[in-house]
């Protein structure tokens, strides 16, 4: 029998955790930067996953600039990068990383309370979460775009954890990304890092890294 799980709720990032998704991302800038000719280096495309929605249009604000393209509104910036990337459609089921289902499910069985705290907006983690068919998993569910700061900033944690009526101390999260990894500890939660070593990052500040979610099950 599994021994007792130490905390009273996981909470989740989604991008990197529950889907890799961060991979994909990362090659659509990629060909977008070279279809416009703006020479970014991928140390610089890797500095974008896991920030927040803020953070991402002011760098692509940069990169327009950087290609010649003039001045843009964050707005314009963005408008234009998601109107290029428009045919790119992603099968989020089949980027969801392996065992997420039967992971949260396991989770529940033992009691566990389930959350999920994201940078991305909300319609986009409805819009993964149905996809991978786990909607109604989390019983809280948190997007970046609430706040006037995303992740590094500690609020979406916090504000989860009151949502949730429990102190973080008895709390855990999992994440991937350094943003994610130092709002997590300034929350003052537990961090498990999802490991990830193809953006080159580094996940030290987490307490500990799991190769992969179903890991969670293993921590007593």
Known sequence: MPGQFPFEAVIFDMDGVIVDSEYAYAQEERA?????????????????????????????????????????TPEEAIARFNAWGESYVYDYHALMNPGVPETLAALRERGVRLALASSSPMDNIREVLDACGIADAFEVVVSGEQFHKSKPNPEIYLHTCELLGLDPAVCCCVEDSPYGIEAGKRAGLMVFAKREERFGFSQDEADAIIDGVPDLLAVE
């Open 32 to 72: 977008f930067l070279d279809a416009h000719g703006i020479d970014v280096p991928d140390e610089e495309i890797a500095r974008t996953v896991g920030c927040s929605q803020e953070t991402f249009r002011q760098t692509v604000v940069s990169w327009w600039e950087r290609g010649g393209y003039g001045t843009l």
